[in-house]
């Protein structure tokens, strides 16, 4: 089959689910990356033959996304940050709106920039690291810590660190169980904490697409719908036990319930607590301070 032929075989198979720019866009990102050779290249010499090992790689992409698989998990990284990441199933695939929280923290960390002194950072349900990775990369003055109940996240993670060549101290522990706090972090106090934690309530699933549904991990996407803040009162909690006074606390939350996460923080007694909208204009980050 000739490069030409497999690309009218996506469109053919594809264009009524994704439209035609997007799949071309996606044929040519998994072009690039079987056949090794550059969009132009490919474009200049459309009836070339593919070999057995490019052909097969081709059809088993488009079949995958015929069946709604991410590309990112096809072509096993995605970009964050302007930073490269492997993700696999095992971990979320980065968002936006989590970007616009790693801007956020910059932006209110900046001032810190200047003092010398290291400060510690700890991110919570770190994923594929990217929030700790883009803030090692960014923040000279930080020690980063992340945390992460999936070990074969943690994984990914590591390999994330070493892809971007920072160092990040990963720990596997679950949140949620309060004995687990004094044994990993006996003698730290954060001087910011950040999460992007589990947040989407059972009953949003309905709106949610199959792409994320079947392939994104469960355990990394869904609260009950009795117990939604049941990460954001355990974080504040721990926050209150494990970081300096003045510190920071950033969350992405979820859209529809920022004002109860805001109460719930001024519960925990934190200050000057804001919330902000993403891109979307949609309640999606909240800074507090301790
Ligand atoms: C929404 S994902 C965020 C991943 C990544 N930080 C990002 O922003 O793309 C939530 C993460 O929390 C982790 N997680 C779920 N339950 C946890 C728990 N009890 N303790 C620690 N981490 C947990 C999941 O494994 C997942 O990686």
Same mark, same amino acid.
């Given at each position: 089959?000739?490069?030409?032929?497999?690309?009218?075989?996506?469109?053919?198979?594809? *264009?009524?689910?994704?439209?035609? !720019?997007?799949? *071309?866009?996606?044929?040519?990102?998994? &072009?690039?990356?079987? @056949?090794?050779?550059?969009?132009?290249?490919?474009?200049?010499?459309? /009836?070339?033959?593919?070999?057995?090992?490019?052909? &097969?790689?081709?059809?088993?992409? @488009?079949?995958?996304?015929?069946?709604?698989? $991410?590309?990112? =998990?096809?072509?096993?990284?995605? /970009?964050?940050?302007?930073?490269?990441?492997?993700?696999?199933?095992?971990?979320?695939?980065?968002? $936006?709106?989590? +970007?616009?929280?790693?801007?956020?923290?910059?932006?209110?960390?900046?001032?810190?920039?200047?003092?010398?002194?290291?400060?510690?950072?700890? *991110?919570?349900?770190?994923?594929?690291?990217?929030?700790?990775?883009?803030?090692?990369?960014?923040?000279?003055?930080?020690?980063?810590?992340?945390?992460?109940?999936? &070990?074969?996240?943690?994984?990914?993670?590591? %390999?994330?660190?070493?892809?971007?060549?920072?160092?990040?101290?990963?720990? +596997?522990?679950?949140?949620?169980? +309060?004995? !687990?706090?004094?044994?990993?972090?006996?003698?730290?106090?954060?001087?910011?904490?950040?999460?992007? $934690? $589990?947040?989407?309530?059972?009953? %949003?699933?309905?709106?949610?697409?199959?792409?994320?549904?079947?392939? +994104?991990?469960?355990?990394?996407?869904?609260?009950?719908?009795?117990?939604?803040?049941?990460? /954001?009162?355990?974080?504040?909690?721990?926050?209150?036990? =494990?970081?300096?006074?003045?510190?920071?606390?950033?969350?992405?939350?979820?859209?529809?319930?920022?004002?109860?996460?805001?109460?719930?923080? %001024?519960?925990?007694?934190?200050?000057?607590?804001?919330? /902000?909208?993403?891109? &979307?204009? !949609?309640?999606?980050?909240?800074?507090?301070?301790?």
């Amino acid at each position: 089959m000739t490069f030409k032929e497999i690309h009218t075989q996506f469109h053919l198979k594809l *264009d009524a689910e994704y439209g035609k !720019n997007e799949v *071309d866009a996606m044929f040519f990102l998994l &072009s690039e990356q079987f @056949l090794n050779k550059k969009r132009i290249d490919l474009s200049l010499t459309p /009836y070339n033959m593919l070999v057995d090992i490019e052909l &097969s790689q081709l059809t088993e992409a @488009l079949n995958r996304l015929q069946n709604n698989e $991410p590309i990112q =998990y096809i072509i096993g990284t995605t /970009y964050f940050y302007g930073l490269e990441f492997k993700v696999n199933q095992h971990t979320l695939i980065p968002r $936006p709106e989590t +970007e616009e929280l790693v801007s956020l923290a910059i932006e209110s960390l900046k001032p810190h920039h200047v003092d010398s002194d290291k400060i510690n950072i700890l *991110d919570i349900g770190t994923g594929t690291g990217c929030i700790a990775i883009s803030l090692a990369k960014l923040i000279g003055n930080a020690h980063v810590f992340a945390l992460d109940i999936s &070990s074969q996240a943690l994984k990914i993670a590591q %390999e994330n660190a070493a892809l971007n060549a920072v160092e990040v101290s990963f720990i +596997e522990t679950d949140i949620l169980k +309060e004995t !687990n706090w004094t044994e990993n972090f006996k003698n730290i106090q954060f001087d910011v904490i950040i999460s992007n $934690p $589990p947040y989407v309530r059972e009953l %949003e699933k309905a709106q949610m697409k199959d792409n994320v549904l079947n392939f +994104e991990p469960t355990s990394a996407l869904f609260v009950s719908d009795e117990d939604p803040l049941i990460f /954001y009162r355990a974080i504040a909690k721990f926050a209150s036990e =494990y970081m300096k006074p003045n510190g920071l606390l950033f969350f992405e939350i979820n859209q529809y319930l920022a004002q109860e996460t805001k109460k719930m923080l %001024e519960m925990h007694n934190f200050e000057t607590i804001e919330i /902000y909208q993403d891109l &979307s204009g !949609n309640d999606r980050m909240i800074k507090a301070t301790k």
